[in-house]
């Protein structure tokens, strides 16, 4: 069994801009550090996300933020790989949804994403979540968490965000657009890194 460096600290980067997901990692890892800084609180932007996997840009969004903050720092890399396209969108997910000067519109990417199915049979798909921590040395752990479903036209309900209307998981029947928050969180790829991240990295307050 592999083993992992410890968090022991005291403040933990979140290697984002985006202030709702600052929000919720801090909320979910509250009991295991006492500060959790954004990377802009440091003055960083982000790296660009040159990775052609999930993990490769989470590990790079870390290490970026761990060597120059000081601190170690946690990043993720989400988004929805579909069968029938060879894993596509994958890391280029957010920028399906990315009109011409940048605006991100998931009504139509979802849109793109039947378009680009057709009348393929196959209609799996998967979302993956990576984690990076990353420690100001270098050191690095990547958790990955994964959920597989289906995709469904016309999509279905309003909760959520990015292409949760489009997906059933297995063995549901609400899409995640139309589950309550709470039972999307317990299958979510997201979800699923985490308890990873945590059991691996994270030790329970005495
Ligand atoms: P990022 O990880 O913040 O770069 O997000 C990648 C993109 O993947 C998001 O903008 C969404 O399009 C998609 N995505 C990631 N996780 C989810 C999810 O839980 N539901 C719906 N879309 C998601």
Same mark, same amino acid.
């Given at each position: ?5 410890r ?6 980067v979140?290697a984002?801009?985006n ?18 800084p954004?990377?802009g609180a440091f003055?960083?932007?982000?790296p =660009? ?9 989470? =590990?790079?969004?870390a ?6 903050s000081g ?17 596509r969108?994958?890391?280029?997910s957010?920028?399906?949804a ?7 519109d ?12 057709g009348?393929a049979?196959?209609?799996r ?10 420690? &100001? ?13 289906s995709?469904v036209w016309?999509?279905r309900g ?6 949760d209307?489009?997906?059933? &998981?297995?063995g549901h029947?609400l899409?995640?657009? =139309? ?8 299958i ?19």
């Amino acid at each position: 069994m592999t083993s992992y460096r410890r968090f022991r600290g005291d403040t933990l980067v979140i290697a984002s801009h985006n202030a709702g997901k600052v929000r919720e990692i801090a909320d979910l890892l509250a009991p295991y550090a006492g500060r959790f800084p954004s990377a802009g609180a440091f003055g960083l932007d982000d790296p =660009e996300e040159t990775g052609e996997t999930f993990a490769a840009n989470a =590990e790079l969004k870390a290490r970026y933020v761990a060597e120059r903050s000081g601190h170690p720092a946690l990043a993720d890399d989400s988004g929805l790989a579909v069968a029938a396209l060879d894993g596509r969108p994958g890391v280029q997910s957010a920028r399906w949804a990315e009109d011409a000067s940048g605006r991100r519109d998931f009504g139509r990417a979802m849109e793109r994403l039947e378009e680009a199915l057709g009348n393929a049979a196959d209609r799996r798909a998967w979302f993956i979540c990576a984690l990076c921590l990353a420690w &100001p040395d270098g050191e690095t752990a990547v958790f990955e968490g994964r959920v597989d479903g289906s995709l469904v036209w016309p999509v279905r309900g309003a909760n959520g965000f990015g292409y949760d209307p489009m997906f059933l &998981p297995d063995g549901h029947q609400l899409t995640f657009g =139309e589950m309550e928050p709470a039972a999307k969180h317990a299958i979510s790829h997201r979800a699923r890194a985490f308890a990873k991240l945590v059991a691996a990295c994270f030790e329970a307050p005495a």
